[in-house]
């Protein structure tokens, strides 16, 4: 038989509520940190969706004049969106030809695997970028573009 604690007056304390008063605190604590944590995810899912504008090719400030496959291109803008449901957009704006600017637009779907996104091009293939808060980059073909949200 086990003993009851006793108050000063010699009667036994009831052991319940004070279990209980816990019970409750630890479910408190429980409810609040599964809410964080899913504040916490869904903030990391949204938080890459936007319009990012580009800033950089191959290190070299918007607009630039880079090389690629023995051409010579004479970026003027960009821009690069990722939508929450897995697709996104590059648009650029670049002329080949001294005095004639061309626009290409591509869509892509992603998939995402931490700060990573991994995208397959409609009509082309996959390349792969990086997340780091408001800056994303994409190396595509070695050439390698920064974007700012």
């Known amino acids: 038989m086990k003993a009851k604690p006793y108050d ?3 009667k ?6 004070p279990l209980f008063q816990l019970c409750l605190l630890l479910l408190g604590i429980a ?8 504040n916490i995810k ?5 938080s890459l969706a936007g319009n990012y504008t580009l800033v950089s090719v191959d290190g070299n400030k918007v607009p630039c004049i880079v090389q690629h496959g023995g051409a010579t291109l004479n970026v003027k803008s960009g821009g690069f969106t990722i939508n929450a449901e897995g697709t996104c957009s590059s648009r650029m704006v670049f002329s080949v030809i001294p005095g004639k600017e061309a626009s290409r637009e591509v869509k892509a779907t992603y ?8 995208m ?3 009509g082309a293939g996959t390349t792969s970028g990086t997340l780091e808060g ?8 070695g050439m390698i573009f920064v974007y700012r949200k």
């Open 42 to 46: 869904a903030a990391s899912e949204t």
């Open 111 to 118: 998939t995402r695997q931490g700060p990573k996104l991994t």
């Open 120 to 122: 397959k091009w409609e």
């Open 134 to 141: 408001d800056k994303f980059t994409m190396n595509n073909e």
């Open 31 to 38: 409810v609040v940190w599964v809410a964080g944590q899913q």
């Open 8 to 10: 000063s007056n010699g």
């Open 12 to 17: 036994g304390q009831r052991l319940t509520r």
